[in-house]
Antibody
Framework: QITLKESGPTLVKPTQTLTLTCTFS??????????VGWIRQPPGKALEWLAL???????RYSPSLKSRLTITKDTSKNQVVLTMTNMDPVDTATYYC??????????????????????????WGQGTLVTVSS | QSVLTQPPSVSGAPGQRVTISCTGS?????????VHWYQQLPGTAPKLLIY???NRPSGVPDRFSGSKSGTSASLAITGLQAEDEADYYC?????FGTGTKVTVL
């Protein structure tokens, strides 16, 4: 059974750096094809894709937030960490982490699995509300 | 930044059929990337509803169906039920749609 849970501060001040941790179970980030992503949702607004990390440590970022985001993984602890710098009140949102459905193809010539971009999120954490205010 | 455009709201009476459109661009849907759909009930995390354009995860009623053509995709709900009242989001590659609120009259 796959579960994910977000943790971190509920309140941060403007200009501070936010650090969120996603702790998961039921899968390993060392398994080919696996990925974990971060998505946020401001109160009453739409979902926003933030960042994604794959089993092979390949990373993807939202183009509009790339300069402020860093995603890392600790495979031994079953955790993924997202940091966002220079927080602003507009960054107030519920932040979710989610498991990416593995989507790969096997290269018989090299013996390696290669990722196929654009998979879906099949398991989500409950989300954590982060408020940015002085 | 790329965006997937959805109608803000759709509504229908119980038993009716409603559709939600998702319009993208040559950077996402039009580039051949799959479209996925999520349902979000009030105060809860999104739930995967359709993946890979038209596939339903186990447990999702067959009242929900998805399709994709060109730079757009659609979600259809047939036999609308009160429990379907929720927000719905499409996703392709690294972008989510603007969201659609479904109201059951």
């Amino acid at each position: 059974q796959i579960t994910l849970k977000e943790s971190g501060p509920t309140l941060v001040k403007p200009t501070q750096t936010l650090t969120l941790t996603c702790t998961f179970s039921g899968f390993s980030l060392s398994t080919s094809g696996v990925g974990v992503g971060w998505i946020r949702q401001p109160p009453g607004k739409a979902l926003e894709w933030l960042a994604l990390i794959y089993w092979d440590d390949d990373k993807r970022y939202s183009p509009s937030l790339k300069s402020r985001l860093t995603i890392t993984k600790d495979t031994s602890k079953n955790q993924v960490v997202l940091t966002m710098t220079n927080m602003d009140p507009v960054d107030t949102a519920t932040y979710y982490c989610a498991h990416l459905t593995p989507l790969t193809y096997y290269d018989i010539l090299t013996g390696f699995y290669h990722k196929i971009e654009g998979s879906n999120f099949d398991y989500w954490g409950q989300g954590t509300l982060v408020t940015v205010s002085s | 930044q790329s965006v997937l455009t959805q109608p803000p709201s759709v509504s229908g009476a119980p038993g009716q059929r409603v559709t939600i459109s998702c319009t993208g661009s040559s950077s996402n849907i039009g580039a051949g990337y799959d479209v996925h759909w999520y349902q979000q009930l009030p105060g809860t995390a999104p739930k995967l509803l359709i993946y890979g354009n038209s596939n339903r995860p186990s447990g999702v009623p067959d009242r929900f169906s998805g399709s994709k053509s060109g730079t757009s995709a659609s979600l259809a709900i047939t036999g609308l039920q009160a429990e379907d009242e929720a927000d719905y989001y499409c996703q392709s590659l690294n972008v989510f749609g603007t969201g659609t609120k479904v109201t059951v009259l």
